[in-house]
């Protein structure tokens, strides 16, 4: 039986839909609640007449909820998950412990996994969600390398050099092979423009293997994403993997991630991006740049009180021709006074959503 453990579920509307799928499943799930409040008695009622599901709500420190929740696995096979990009991105070093007894189990990308994977592969580390991870590049890439197994090969997308160095010795130590995506590809993009961009892709030693691809996201780093992805598959076909070109193209050419650079046109034009730290605040204004040179833009603004807002403003603002605060008006989220004084550069503040959009309009 296959346990999937969700450490934190802080949306009820969520876990009524894990509770809904769940209803015609055989694995076990459990949920670790960190939310403020406890589930209404609706779904609370749902989660208690279901026989496979157990549910734990804790108010504490992540840490201790993936501690928890490691603890309750009994399954030979499980798999833990989160419901959002955090989760999924961010290590679960923190329920090893719990869970040391199994050390064959997988605790640093989001996963657990008693079983091998078939390969592996780690996107580009930057400074990011550094109270669990820890507040260097060499500590969050010691994070990230728990995912690397012996034998398994690992794709490395370009990373900062201190972060190579410590996936390189990592890998070595237990016999993985690593393939460096920037060293091993080529990409060249050959076109971009708002409704997304087309490059070519090619393996370094075999140039002449050269193919071209049309991908509906907008960034240069989009490109590197992609080389990765690319990458990862061609490590399956040498495996054996029946994976023909025409579907890794398709696969690029219907790729849909918003909150990611996502255009709409209009009086304004919006881009709407979920950038959260300050490595992918750069790529942000390094697409803007790239993609409407000399244009003048309005930066619309929330983020959570654990986020490098300083770094980010550093990025940010000196293109900005004026920018706006907002909220989400989450526990978590910064109020838009606060933001507004770590700000370089003269701001309006707005709560109110709709009328921060009518300013930006006016601004441009």
Same mark, same amino acid.
């Given at each position: 039986?296959?346990?999937?453990? !969700?450490?934190?579920?802080?949306?009820?509307?969520?876990?009524?839909? =894990?509770?809904?799928?769940?209803?015609?499943?055989?694995?076990?799930?459990?949920?670790?609640?960190?939310? @403020? @409040?406890?589930?209404?008695?609706?779904?609370?009622?749902?989660?208690?007449?279901?026989?496979?599901?157990?549910?734990?709500? !804790?108010?504490? @420190?992540?840490?201790?909820?993936?501690?928890?929740?490691?603890?309750?696995?009994?399954?030979?096979?499980?798999?833990?998950?989160?419901?959002?990009?955090?989760?999924?991105?961010?290590?679960?070093? *923190?329920?090893?412990?719990?869970?040391?007894?199994?050390?064959?189990?997988?605790?640093?990308?989001?996963?657990?996994? %008693?079983?091998?994977?078939?390969?592996?592969?780690?996107?580009?580390?930057?400074?990011?969600?550094?109270?669990?991870?820890?507040?260097?590049?060499?500590?969050?890439?010691?994070?990230?390398?728990?995912?690397?197994?012996?034998?398994?090969?690992?794709?490395?997308?370009?990373?900062?050099?201190?972060?190579?160095?410590?996936?390189?010795?990592?890998?070595?130590?237990?016999?993985?092979?690593?393939?460096?995506? %920037?060293?091993?590809?080529?990409?060249?993009?050959?076109?971009?423009?708002?409704?997304?961009?087309?490059?070519?892709?090619?393996?370094?030693?075999?140039?002449?293997?050269?193919?071209?691809?049309?991908?509906?996201?907008?960034? *240069?780093? =989009?490109?590197?994403?992609?080389?990765?992805?690319?990458?990862?598959?061609?490590?399956?076909?040498?495996?054996? /993997?029946?994976?023909?070109?025409?579907?890794?193209?398709?696969?690029?050419?219907?790729?849909? /991630?918003?909150?990611?650079?996502?255009? #709409?046109?209009?009086?304004?034009?919006?881009?709407?991006?979920?950038?959260?730290?300050?490595?992918?605040?750069? %790529?942000?204004?390094?697409?803007?740049?790239?993609?409407?040179?000399?244009?003048? /833009?309005?930066? !619309? #603004?929330?983020?959570?009180?654990?986020?490098?807002?300083?770094?980010?403003?550093?990025?940010?603002?000196?293109?900005?021709?004026?920018?706006?605060?907002?909220?989400?008006? *989450?526990? %978590?989220?910064?109020?838009?006074?606060?933001?507004?004084?770590?700000?370089?550069?003269?701001?309006?503040? #707005?709560?109110?959503? /709709?009328?921060?959009?009518?300013?930006?309009?006016?601004?441009?």
């Amino acid at each position: 039986m296959l346990t999937v453990v !969700v450490p934190s579920l802080n949306r009820q509307d969520y876990v009524l839909r =894990q509770v809904r799928y769940w209803s015609s499943s055989s694995a076990h799930l459990i949920i670790v609640d960190g939310s @403020s @409040s406890p589930l209404s008695d609706r779904i609370r009622s749902a989660i208690e007449a279901h026989p496979r599901i157990t549910y734990r709500h !804790v108010v504490s @420190s992540l840490p201790d909820r993936l501690g928890l929740a490691g603890g309750l696995i009994k399954t030979p096979y499980a798999v833990m998950l989160g419901d959002d990009e955090f989760h999924l991105q961010t290590g679960l070093s *923190a329920s090893v412990a719990a869970l040391e007894e199994n050390p064959d189990l997988v605790g640093c990308t989001g996963q657990v996994l %008693r079983f091998t994977p078939a390969v592996c592969a780690i996107t580009p580390i930057s400074h990011d969600h550094t109270g669990l991870l820890g507040d260097t590049i060499e500590s969050i890439a010691t994070e990230k390398a728990g995912i690397i197994k012996s034998g398994v090969p690992l794709v490395v997308a370009p990373q900062p050099p201190a972060a190579m160095s410590v996936l390189r010795e990592r890998a070595s130590a237990v016999g993985a092979p690593l393939i460096d995506v %920037r060293a091993e590809w080529i990409w060249k993009r050959k076109m971009h423009d708002s409704t997304g961009q087309r490059f070519a892709l090619m393996p370094a030693a075999r140039p002449q293997d050269e193919h071209f691809y049309q991908l509906p996201l907008l960034g *240069a780093h =989009q490109v590197e994403n992609a080389a990765l992805a690319v990458a990862l598959v061609q490590q399956l076909r040498e495996q054996g /993997w029946s994976v023909p070109h025409r579907s890794i193209a398709h696969g690029l050419q219907t790729v849909k /991630w918003p909150a990611r650079c996502e255009f #709409f046109p209009g009086k304004p034009s919006l881009m709407l991006d979920c950038a959260h730290n300050r490595a992918s605040a750069r %790529r942000l204004v390094e697409t803007l740049q790239g993609y409407f040179p000399g244009l003048p /833009w309005v930066l !619309v #603004f929330g983020a959570m009180r654990d986020k490098d807002v300083p770094g980010m403003f550093a990025e940010l603002l000196p293109s900005c021709s004026a920018a706006i605060m907002t909220s989400i008006g *989450a526990p %978590r989220a910064m109020l838009p006074s606060e933001q507004a004084d770590g700000a370089l550069t003269a701001v309006h503040v #707005f709560s109110a959503v /709709w009328d921060l959009l009518m300013v930006a309009a006016r601004q441009l």
